[in-house]
Nanobody, 125 residues
Framework: QVQLVEHGGGSVQAGGSLRVSCKFS?????MAWFRQAPGKEREGVAA????????DYADSVKGRFTISRDNAENTLYLQMNSLKPEDTAMYYC?????????????????????WGQGTQVTVSS
């Protein structure tokens, strides 16, 4: 059984940095970070194919966010730099075991079966 637990959200001023983490258990092939702001749809932020190492980012965070994984600690990270007020959202860790035939599926919420409870990130201007 796959379990995901996020940590590390908080509040920061624009231009600052935060790192969120996701402790996971169980065997998965894909892991990702999503976010959802009030009144908006859940959107993919960053994702990784654990087997091939392929990574994909949403255009809105490229160059500012970095997804990484510590296999020894079974932990997925999202390092967020140069944060903007529009990055404010609940951030969710997601994982799945099913094969994704195209990279553009990595950031689709429907590609993932397992979800964490979320951690809030608030960026003030």
């Amino acid at each position: 059984q796959v379990q995901l637990v996020e940590h590390g959200g908080g509040s920061v001023q624009a231009g600052g940095s935060l790192r969120v983490s996701c402790k996971f258990s169980g065997s998965v092939f894909y892991m990702a970070w999503f976010r959802q702001a009030p009144g908006k749809e859940r959107e993919g932020v960053a994702a990784t194919n654990i087997i091939t190492g392929t990574i994909d980012y949403a255009d809105s965070v490229k160059g500012r966010f970095t997804i990484s994984r510590d296999n020894a600690e079974n932990t997925l990270y999202l390092q967020m730099n140069s944060l903007k007020p529009e990055d404010t959202a609940m951030y969710y860790c997601a994982a799945d075991r099913r094969l994704m035939s195209r990279t553009n599926l990595y950031l689709s919420p429907t590609s993932y079966t397992y979800w964490g409870q979320g951690t809030q990130v608030t960026v003030s201007s």
